[in-house]
C-alpha cells in the first residue's frame, strides 16, 4: 500500500552495493584480489566455491539479468561504474523484475481484478494518502478489503430492497433505495468540491464506474491530487456508512 517493493528485493540492492564497494578498492589491495581469485574460480567451476557471499551475489545478479556486470569486470579493459550509476542500473533492473512480479500475481489471482484497476502499478496507494490520519485508520481498513474482494457476476437478490444485481459492492454504493440518503447527502457534500464539468462527468458515468472513482480509481473524471485526496475523504466514510446501513 506504500508503494514499496518487496523486502528480498531492498536486501538484494544492499548486497549488490556491497559488491560494487569490493571491486572500487585498491587494485593492490590484497583483500580484492583474493575475491576476485575466488570468483573466477565460482564461475568456472561451481564446486569451488559453495557457499558464501560469491555464490550469493551471483545468484542475485543472474536473477535481475545484471551479470553484465561481472562480465564488463573481467574483460580485459576492467571497468567499473562510478556509484551513482551503478546504483541507478541496479534499481532500474530490480524495479523492472519487482513490476513483473506484480503484474504476473495480480493477473493469475480473481481476487485482483478490483485491484488491479484501482492501484495498476507499484507505487504510493491512494488510500495511504487519504487515510493518513489516525482518526481514518479504520476506514482505510475497510476500504484496502474492499480493493482485495473477488468479483460476483452472478445474480442476487437484494436483502432490503428485492431488486436483483450482480455485483454487491455496486448495488450498496450506487444502486440500492436503502442507502439512497446517504448517496444524496455524499452528492451534496462533493458538490462543494468537485468543479461542475467534474460532477457532471461522474454523475453521467454507470454504477460500476461511479463505484469505482468513489473508491480511488484513476478514471475520468481526473482530478488534480489535492482534490482527489478532499474527494475521497468525503468518498471513503460514505462508503463505509452505506456498507453499515445496509447489512443494518
Known amino acids: 500500500m ?6 528480498p528485493s ?15 578498492l585498491p587494485a ?4 580484492r584480489n583474493i ?22 551475489i551471483c545468484h542475485i545478479l543472474l ?10 569486470f573481467l574483460a580485459p579493459e576492467c571497468y567499473v561504474p562510478s556509484k551513482y550509476v551503478w546504483k541507478s542500473v ?20 480473481t481476487d485482483f481484478v478490483f485491484f488491479r484497476i ?17 482518526s481514518l485508520r479504520n476506514t482505510m481498513f475497510v476500504i484496502s478489503r474492499l480493493w482485495s474482494r473477488p468479483v460476483t457476476h452472478e445474480n442476487r437478490t437484494c436483502i432490503n430492497c428485492g431488486k436483483i444485481y450482480q455485483e454487491e459492492l455496486v448495488h450498496v454504493i450506487c444502486e440500492c433505495p436503502s442507502t439512497s440518503e446517504l448517496r444524496s447527502q455524499c452528492l451534496d457534500t462533493i458538490s462543494d468540491i468537485l468543479l ?6 461522474l454523475l453521467l458515468q454507470d454504477s460500476v464506474s461511479q463505484t469505482l472513482k468513489l473508491l480511488g480509481a484513476p478514471i475520468k473524471p481526473i482530478l488534480d491530487c489535492e482534490t482527489e485526496v478532499t474527494f475521497l475523504r468525503t468518498a471513503f466514510p460514505f462508503i463505509v456508512q452505506c456498507l453499515r446501513q445496509y447489512v443494518m
Not at 44 to 50: C, L, P, R
Not at 118 to 133: A, D, G
Not at 196 to 201: A, D, G, L, V
Open 196 to 201: 461542475p464539468e467534474h460532477k457532471q462527468s
Open 90 to 109: 541496479v534499481k532500474r533492473s530490480i524495479i523492472s523484475r519487482e513490476t513483473q512480479l506484480w503484474d504476473y500475481r495480480t493477473s493469475v489471482d
Open 35 to 56: 575475491f576476485i581469485r575466488k570468483l573466477v574460480l565460482y564461475i568456472n567451476d561451481m564446486t569451488h566455491v559453495t557457499s558464501g557471499f560469491i555464490p550469493d
Open 10 to 24: 531492498h536486501i538484494d540492492l544492499r548486497k549488490i552495493m556491497v559488491l560494487h564497494k569490493i571491486l572500487s
Open 63 to 72: 536473477k535481475y539479468n545484471l551479470h553484465s556486470i561481472i562480465n564488463n
Open 2 to 7: 506504500v508503494g514499496l517493493n518487496r523486502l
Open 118 to 134: 484501482l492501484h495498476p502499478c507499484i507505487t504510493t496507494c491512494i488510500i495511504y494518502k487519504v487515510c493518513n490520519r489516525t
Open 28 to 31: 593492490e589491495l590484497v583483500s
